[in-house]
């Protein structure tokens, strides 16, 4: 049976024949490996009337079942003797499935299995599952486990196990034993994880080959490269041991709520009351409550589409938008987080620095205690992190309860009888009060837009648990639960508090109580404090201390106990602090693993048990110390909030992409989320930028725009499936249906190629010169006809196409790798002529390498080569044959290549191309050798020559050697000759101008001949001149050859007359029957008839080749008129003789004949 494995060797190639006891064999490994098949299935009988599936009893069902050692079936107790078949029927063929035992270190034995003490059935089930439990860190008999029966056939207690394919090998479900898995989501796993392991369900192979075929030997199917999971299962659960895990209450809600109330619900929430009053208060915390919630809701969507590791933001937006997006917004989120930290400490060291200054005890100045409070406090927090994310979490806990008590301390304070707080504007609850505060009374220049853009920082927070993911038990439920519920609490709070402020306290109040008057005597003082016994009036002339608009720290007073306020500033501080001092070093860890910036991946290391990200905590520690001893960071806190409302623009905008593009990949469990909605949430945050700082939203714009510019041109090598792969495809597919719908117009005709390269690393003289035409112009397709045996193509195939691709990427070709199977050469090419391409994207030119080892190759191939050029008249494809004096396959010259560029280079592993392997079967054919099989010229000697020490390569490989590269250079002033002789519609003209548009072929000039009468040579001049003109294509000279016709030297005759010779039937040497019949069996022969009649047609080939070497001799280039030979008139051998004697001692030449549709026109 066919598998990604080599078949386990077993005896001669078979199992032994159950009730022999075989030799003993050494153990086997305990998973798969390469030269390992992961299960043996052999073709055995059973008896008719010896049932199947659960039904199945006695030693016929473990016979069946089989021994788990991978080379002898069990034998039957020897009590027991399987009862015979009954003799009415006939044996049934059946399917054995033998499995290796990864729990058990013996080795497998073909003899007996021992007998079972009585009542041994259940223990041997319990430590089976026990077994189970210790590989894969969770019990796997479930309701689709060993069924009861299988397990305990016989009364035996030697149960085998299998390897990573799932435990339903020997289930009973279908009524048979079947390799077949049932579905199961360790099938879907990308690595191992906490969760359980990664399995690998069996091919379509292994389900579908042949019995008697010999497995691939290509290591795991499916394409996986990464080892087997049980290597790793026991080692990653030892690891997870002590790693601390959050909730959705400590992870995410608790850090969301201390990161969002922070210092501005006490000190600058009152403010913004008093200039925006209560109505317009609301407004600017429900709006900002708006974005943060469509935020919230993208926020949801995405984690829940799939599992999320640690990364916060830059993971959600890299998963979705892909690298580029992601790797931008990764470091400036991570930097804003960094200095973040700065911020939050330096406002909690002005805090206590007013304390200082109340108390008349600085330390030094007010500039340099703020850097002492700060540099102390940030190596505490410091100190904190280091600790452990479990220090962390306990630190949080106790801010929180210190902030939650703050908030219950100011509620009650506004309940408290105000008595001497009157006179600092605090009354207590009155409606006079909050009729006079609801409406906006802005000063100073302040603007609902100025008050929005200071409030809204506060807002900033909602990241905060998704920003540690990776530290989440389960982040798809944690991030939704978690960070909905925070803004719904905290906008709550924050609605609560201004509405209480305006409640409870007048815009202005001077603080004495000499202003104490009785309520109503004053007329002409219409404020809430003349009704309610104090005259503030002198503050309209003279600014006063008190109040919502002039005491930030009015909550203290209000407050039923002033240092409980304090206490929840410094909690509200620190937290904040302590939430960006991990985020970052997590954000930054998750960008450095994966390479984005290749110098940065020194910080990708983790330790301990959390994988603490300790290199990221020391650079975030520095970069915090650096802000804070500046101490001025009034200039820098725009711009991180800059960069937060970027992060969140791009997540909302991921949401909108990701519905947008369709992709069937694209089913979040959470579904209270519109792609409408969140593109209007990307809006917002974008217009949120501007209004909060314009300069610095400009700023962050251009940093975003020169970091993703930066890595999509450094085009890091991940691939993460994001929505911009699947909106790519999206518009690509509706595109090539739009054009499907448009008919082809002259003015629009662009050469499409198909071109027959074999494997493209084979060729790339060929490649670079169809892609110097090409490229930006039309499309080109690399076609690899495989032969040979088809099991052994198609494995190459399905390699061959991934591998190819991306080697066509890396070297910038920009063009498409088609392999297809065939018997040969011709047949292939028959089916990408007719099947290659989508709509109106098909080619409509076949171009492929001149055959120059034909003398020497098998007619055959040849025959089938010129049949090639037929087919393609036939499917009305232009055709262009290309040669060039050296040669294009140089695939028996890559390992010594290869060799040279990695000892001069040091290229990395996968960069190198793998060299080609080569079936005895392909190197057989000349034809696939010199055209279009990739399996060409490397021979085995050839191969295991390079792989000992280098060898010099002879003059000719070095000359092919340089040959290969000689279109990858710029070709400098020279000639490009185009000898359009037949009008073909154009194609042989439009190929050398489109080759002088491109910059590699700009300085060279187009020199133009043509035949002509020798008495019309002027005549014949300006008549091309002028149709040249109005093609308004440039040239250099136009050259009419007056002579074309001239009878060839005598040797040059003699030359072609040698060559044919030994193509030639001599039919008039041998009698008609014998001449006749060796024409039936080689059509490709040449009769003398033949040869007399298209005698002048040869001349020509002959005459032109001489003027091509006199004219042509020196050219850069030479672009010609393929003659057309008529199909079952001409043979092969003559055709391909002309085309010989036609292009040989040349500079590199095109054959080029169109298929005679105009593809160049005058008209606009």
Known sequence: MESGFPASPAGGGGEQAEGQAGPSEPAMPLRPVASQSRFQVDLVTEGGGGGGGDEQKGPSADQEVGDGGGGAA?????????PPPAPAEEAKGRFRVNFVDPASSE??????????????????????QAASESMNGYPQNGDTMLSESSLHSAGTTTHHYYDTHS?????????????????????????????GEKLIRPSLAELHDELDKEPFEDGYVNGDETSPAEEAVSKHI???????????????????????????????????????GIGL???VIGTATVVTTITGLSTSAITTNGFVRGGGAYYLISRSLGPEFGGAIGLIFAFANAVAVAMYVVGFAETVRDLLVEHNALMIDEMSDIRIIGTIT??????????????????????LGILLISIVNFTVGTFIPAHDKRAKGFFNYQSEIFSENFGPDFREGETFFTVFAIFFPAATGILAGANISGDLADPQL???????????????????????????????????LTDAIIPGTLTNCTKAACKLGFNFSSCATNKCSYGLMNDFQVMTLVSGFGPLVTAGIFSATLSSALASLVSAPKIFQALCKDNIYPGLHVFSVGYGKNNEPLRGYVLTFFIGLGFILIAELNVIAPIISNFFLASYALINFSVFHASLAKSPGWRPAFRYYNMWTSLIGAILCCGVMFVINWWAALLTNVIVLALYIYVTYKKPDVNWGSSTQALTYLSALQHAIRLTGVEDHVKNFRPQCLLMTGAPTSRPALLHLVHAFTKNVGLVVCGHVHTGPRRQALKEISTDQAKYQRWLIKNKMKAFYAPVYAEDLREGTQFLLQAVGLGRMRPNTLVFGFKKDWHQALMKDVENYINTIHDAFDYQYGVVVIRLKEGFNISHLQAHEELCASQEKSAHPKDVVVNLEHSDADSSKPSSKSVSETNSPAVSQDQKEAKGPSVPLNVTDQKLLQASSRFQKKQGKGTIDVWWLFDDGGLTLLIPYLLTTKKKWKDCKIRVFIGGKINRIDHDRRTMATLLSKFRIDFSDITVLGDMNTKPSKDNIAAFEEMVEPFRLHEDDKEQEASEKMKEEEPWRITDNELEIYRMKTYRQIRLNELLRENSGTANLIVMSLPVARKGAVSSALYMAWIETLSKDLPPILLVRGNHQSVLTFYS
């Not at 969301?256 to 000190?267: H, Q």
């Not at 410091?382 to 600790?387: C, H, L, M, N």
């Not at 944690?478 to 815009?507: D, N, Q």
Request: charged residues 10%.
């Open 478 to 512: 944690a991030i939704p639960k978690g960070t909905l519920l925070a803004i719904v609490i905290t906008t709550i709070v924050y609605a609560g508090a201004a509405i209480s402020t305006g409640s409870c306290i007048v815009r202005d109040a001077t603080g004495n």
């Open 74 to 82: 069990a034998a039957a107790p020897a009590s027991v003797s399987p």
């Open 167 to 195: 435990n339903t090998y020997y289930l009973r479900t279908f009524g048979h034993n079947t390799i077949d898995a049932v579905p199961r989501i360790d099938h879907y796993r990308h690595t191992v994880a906490q969760l």
């Open 281 to 283: 208060s609301l407004v």
């Open 378 to 399: 940030i190596v505490a927090l410091f100190g904190i992190s280091v600790a452990g994310m479990e220090w962390e979490a306990k630190a949080q806990i106790v801010l």
């Open 107 to 128: 080795p497998p034995t073909s003899g007996p299995p021992p007998a079972a003490p009585a009542g041994s059935a259940a223990g041997s089930h319990s430590q089976q």
């Open 238 to 276: 030892a690891d997870n041991k002590g790693v601390v895990k959050f909730g959705w209450v400590k992870g995410v809600l608790v850090r969301c709520m201390l990161n969002i109330w922070g210092v501005m619900l006490f000190i600058r929430l009152t403010w913004i009351v008093g200039h925006a």
